[in-house]
């Protein structure tokens, strides 16, 4: 599997000579570099909250509020003051967050969101001091947050506190799991993910549903921008090419069927297809597995859910295997006569506590009395203390490694195979994102030019007189101080272009803005900051 390049940070606590790293990769400690030690990139502070009695909770809950409010305030407007800091770092783009690779599934069901939350957690990471856009992808698998920051440092920092707050995790033991990526890094990373290429079943192809899920609820949101919708975007666009051009969903599988596969290498072999089947919960992973189930010459399997509707659909789509609903009310009778249980809800509870299944009858003798419960969501909905219970196995979307790592020279030369493929749209994605760069300065020389024209021909008219043009003589006046302009603006503009369609380097065209800002002092990427802290301030005081 492809391994995204990563960059390291150095945090709290740790020595001069030593920081914290991501995937692997290390930059060296420097006075100059801003992660060296006494540096660190990500500061955290914790406080403790005082003892002072304040009159009621709805006048507390105000005050907090308000000051929180003044406080984000007063911090952008000193940005405001003081932009100059700012201006060599570029709007970044980041990931940070955990994955299946990085994480235990204890700790990923404590930051997971919800599909229904993730508007109202992109909404909070936008109202961040130094944050412009933002989205979230939460799976049973990772949780990412992308991010486009007006000072990488700075939201960084902001992210990840944000992060755990909203779980309870103290940054301390949420550091040791988290990666982050930065502009390139991040892209190729969501690519990846897009094509499969990351999942812990190579090409799976529930992921880029999801992916495609985060740009539907972004448009609602509003969280993202032109860069993330963008990136989005162009990561769906590779995720259909290297499904379509390589043969890498070629006997790929989902984690659902990937879990069915688990559970029948656990069943003794000869009674592996007359195990009595459950399945909780009918959404999407609830079908694969029905779906995979029937495959591998399952006959019949019951299905609890909180409605028979969607049960009955996939009773009509599959006619290779009995399908019995039950209703939720049934569930823990039904686990009573079931051998394997799966379970695949969007409840953030366990359905299954040790109490639960300790008073269970045993499985039945053709599996050696031993109960399964294959757990493949997150948050998880059987308790890790079912494990102590006598007869009963359990086992969850981190025990799959076990099936996909059968196939994993196989993965690596379809990985190779898509790589090629990433390359090429990420390029893309690159040479329209360099291309903003530009755009300003594009747009405040023509305004610059257009102006002196304008001031020009003026001075023209008010000489020659009002009376003695007609409007016919006016308007070829003013189309030859358009063509004039237009004519020599030609040139300068075209230096500006790097949407990778010429030789151009980005090196060049950056040199060639950054001449033309000088020449005639247009100062766009101070005016351009000063305008997005300045949209910041006003969002907070709104």
Known sequence: MAAARGLAIAFPGTAATKAETFHGNRIPNSTSSPVAAGTSLLRFKVGRKGSVRRPSPRCEALVDHEEKAAASISALEQLKLSTDRYMKERSSIAVIGLSVHTAPVEMREKLAIPEAQWSHAVGELCKLNHIEEAAVLSTCNRMEIYVVALSWHRGIREVTEWMSKTSGIPVSELREHLFLLHDSDASRHLFEVSAGLDSLVLGEGQILAQVKQVVRVGQVSGGLGKNIDRMFK?????????????????????????????????????????????????????????????????????????????????????????????????????????????????????????????????ASEDVGGIRLFVDISVPRNVGSCVSNVKNTRVYNVDDLKEVVEANKEDRLRKAMEAQTIITQELKRFEAWRDSLETVPTIKKLRTYADRIRSLELDKCLQKVGEDALTKKMRKAIDDLSTGIVNKLLHGPLQHLRCDGSDSRTLDETLENMHALNRMFSLDTEKTILEQKIKAKVEKIQA
Request: with cysteine; glycine share 6%; charged share 25%.
């Open 234 to 362: 162009d990561a769906i666009t590779a995720g259909k090419r290297v499904r379509c051009e390589t043969n890498i969903a070629s006997g790929a599988v989902s984690v659902s069927s990937a879990a069915v596969e688990l559970a029948l290498m656990k069943l003794p072999k000869p009674h592996g297809q007359s195990a009595r089947m459950l399945v909780v919960g009918a959404g999407k992973m609830g079908k694969l597995a029905i779906k995979h189930l029937a495959a591998k010459g399952c006959k019949k399997a019951v299905v609890v859910n909180r409605s028979a509707e969607r049960v009955e659909a996939i009773r009509e789509e599959l006619n290779d295997i009995e399908i019995i609903y039950r209703p939720f009310s049934e569930m823990h009778s039904s686990v009573a006569e079931a051998d394997v249980v799966f379970t695949s809800t969007a409840s953030d509870v366990p359905l299954f506590l040790k109490e639960d299944v300790e008073v269970l009858p045993p």
